[in-house]
């Protein structure tokens, strides 16, 4: 028997392509413009993302039975401010740098739509094991787009990759740089990002019509 | 050679670059299968080919003095400039031209190059026929960036304008922002050490970072940069070097008379609305002026950072930057700009207002005008929505207010209504 089933492989596999939290639903861009400047912010990103969604959606689905309907963006919001506490001092605790580089948007993970999203849309209605894959899934599906944007926005505006320069020395001209190269300025300011994503949204319905909307 | 062309163009009507072939085919001639003669159809010359090489012949002036300027600035900041000018002796001189031609043509082969691929690749893809809208946009990129561009950024930056700017949307025609302000402002935010600052506007001065110190440092400040540093008294151009364009600046944008004559020319082959000109220069000079009348009130000291660009007569604005160049060549696109007659006095009268209000609060890049034609390109579609709301409105009240006379006939109500 395999690990998982079609439905559940499903599950994790869809967010990933076509049914993507960011470029087919649009969800949670406040943070794919504000932290993917560099490429390690992205995969710490990602990370924290995953670690709340995927808990986040065993919990909920754990208590979908016992939560008053009236009342349930309020248990749903203890939940995560709960995880992302969690988050926030492990990140402060074993990688304080990086903390404070992410600064207020480990907070916000909160706010990120597409966690209340799937908390409203698959947790409620589910059972743990699902809502588990399916949070995997769709921060799996987020967390692969944050990391291709902080990947170009990260070698071409500042020419390093995790900090490593690999492109050359900007200030001693070497590797690139010796022939005239630039770091481009552009892809170190928000707005970049929106054009990376914009651009990534493009392929995609390129490469899969039936993505495309009526017009 | 006419008849022969469109046998090459049955042969390759199917073919997958039939679009290249089309676009090459009908740049010069008139391909066989237009409206015929006589019938009902009303025909004009001016298509957008005809109206593209009217902008483009309105556009050469600028770019022959942009030549010229270019070795001007260059001989002129390492010997000095000469003592009693003549343009005779001092400017159309053959070795002006040849440094101009050789730092100015490149930037027009690479604009052409990589914007014209561009478009035929598009074109070939998408299987439409190869729009003209580049033509102009071509055009307009090298008389807009400082002489010593470097050319790979340049063709980055016209091919991130073209795709993300133009082609996105659909293409000629369906663009919101204007291609060449695109391509102008990703250079400036993308590389803004070679768009602004005294060392980019004469060709030479780059290379002379290097040598700082020796005799060999050149540097051209702009008019607008000396402002910025409150520097006013070591500025050495005189008005009429400000007005027939012997300052240094982006390649084709320092010479006022001769945009002035193309804007001329534009307005009178009604290609470019002369509401958009003439509401900008307005909108310019009411900005100047609320900072002049601030400067007069006293009610701002000598020392602050914005007082020379706030003292400066209102009426030079026009003739120093790019403004002239982008009221008369940018803000009057008919794509982007807007469409309805009271919309295009609202739409010019801000760019021009905007223009030099970012000039004078931003000292840090004391040049607004692009800016603010990309803004109000944004908001052009709004303004003319509410122009058109604001008729429709103006047309109903009209109507319920209109003393309606008892018809003859029921029949002749019935028609009315219907």
């Known amino acids: ?215 | 050679m006419k008849q022969k062309l469109h046998q090459i163009k049955e042969r390759v009507k199917d073919k997958k670059w039939a679009p290249a072939f089309n676009a090459i085919h009908t740049f010069l001639y008139t391909p066989n299968e237009v409206t015929h003669k006589g019938g009902t159809h009303v025909k004009a010359v001016d298509d957008l080919k005809r109206t593209m090489n009217t902008v483009i012949v309105a556009l050469i002036p600028c770019l022959l003095f942009g030549i010229f300027n270019a070795g001007y600035q260059h001989y002129s900041a390492i010997e000095g400039f000469p003592q009693d000018f003549s343009v005779v002796e001092h400017f159309i001189t053959w070795r002006n031209f040849l440094v101009g031609l050789t730092t100015v043509l490149p930037l027009l082969i690479v604009s052409y190059g990589v914007g014209l691929a561009i478009e035929f690749v598009f074109a070939v893809i998408k299987g439409h026929e190869v729009e003209e809208g580049y033509l102009v946009t071509g055009m307009l990129v090298p008389l807009i960036v400082p002489v010593d561009t470097p050319l790979w950024m340049l063709a980055i930056a016209v091919a991130f304008g073209v795709v993300i700017g133009k082609e996105v949307f659909g293409g000629t025609g369906m663009n919101i922002l204007n291609p060449a302000l695109t391509i102008r402002a990703f250079l400036f935010f993308a590389y803004p050490t070679w768009m602004s600052g005294d060392k980019v506007w004469v060709h030479g001065a780059v290379d002379g970072i290097s040598k700082a110190g020796t005799a060999d440092a050149i540097s051209g400040e702009t008019i607008l940069g000396f402002l910025a540093q409150n520097k006013t008294a070591e500025m050495g151009f005189s008005l009429s070097d400000m007005f027939f364009g012997f300052i240094p600046g982006s390649v084709g944008e320092t010479s006022t008379l001769l945009i002035l004559l193309g804007g001329l020319y534009l307005v009178f082959t009604k290609i470019a609305s002369w509401r958009i000109m003439l509401s900008a220069t307005i909108g310019a000079l009411a900005m100047g002026l609320l900072f002049n009348a601030v400067v007069d009130f006293g009610w701002i000291q000598s020392y602050s950072k914005f007082y020379s660009l706030m003292a400066f007569d209102f009426w030079k604005h026009l003739i120093v930057g790019g403004l002239a160049f982008g009221i008369v060549y940018m803000a009057t696109d008919p794509v982007t700009s807007s469409q309805t007659n009271k919309g295009k006095w609202i739409y010019g009268f801000l760019v021009g207002f905007i223009s030099v209000m970012i000039r004078v609060f931003n000292p840090g890049y004391p040049e607004g005008v692009f800016l603010a034609i990309l803004l109000m390109n944004v908001f052009a579609p709004t303004i003319d929505h509410y122009v058109v709301q604001g008729n429709v409105k103006r047309r109903l009240k009209r109507a319920k207010q209109a003393k309606i006379y008892p018809a003859s006939t029921p029949a002749s109500v019935e028609t009315q209504t219907a």
């Open chain 1, 1 to 215: 028997m395999p690990l998982l089933s079609k439905k559940e492989s499903k599950l994790i596999l869809d967010p990933l392509a076509d049914n993507n939290p960011i470029t087919i639903q649009v969800l949670g861009i406040c943070s794919a413009l504000a932290i993917t400047a560099e490429l390690k912010a992205s995969v710490v990103m990602a990370i924290s993302v995953l670690f709340v969604l995927a808990m986040g959606n065993v919990v909920i689905s754990l208590m979908r039975n016992i939560i008053p309907s009236k009342i349930r963006i309020i248990v749903q919001l203890v939940v995560v401010a709960t995880l992302v506490i969690v988050v926030d001092q492990t990140l402060k605790a074993f990688a304080y740098e990086l903390s404070k580089t992410l600064s207020v948007f480990v907070g916000l993970i909160i706010t990120n739509c597409i966690i209340m999203g799937r908390f409203e849309a698959f947790a409620l209605g589910n059972g743990p094991w699902r809502s588990f894959l399916d949070g995997i899934g769709n921060a799996l599906g987020y967390g692969v787009i944050l990391i291709i944007v902080g990947f170009f926005r990260e070698l071409l505006g500042s020419g390093t990759l995790f900090g490593i320069p690999v492109l050359g020395d900007p200030i001693a001209k070497t590797g690139l740089y010796a022939y005239g190269y630039e770091n481009n300025g552009f892809m170190i300011i928000p707005p970049a990002a929106l054009i990376v994503v914009g651009i990534l949204i493009w392929i995609q319905r390129a490469k899969n019509p039936s993505l495309v909307e009526e017009a």
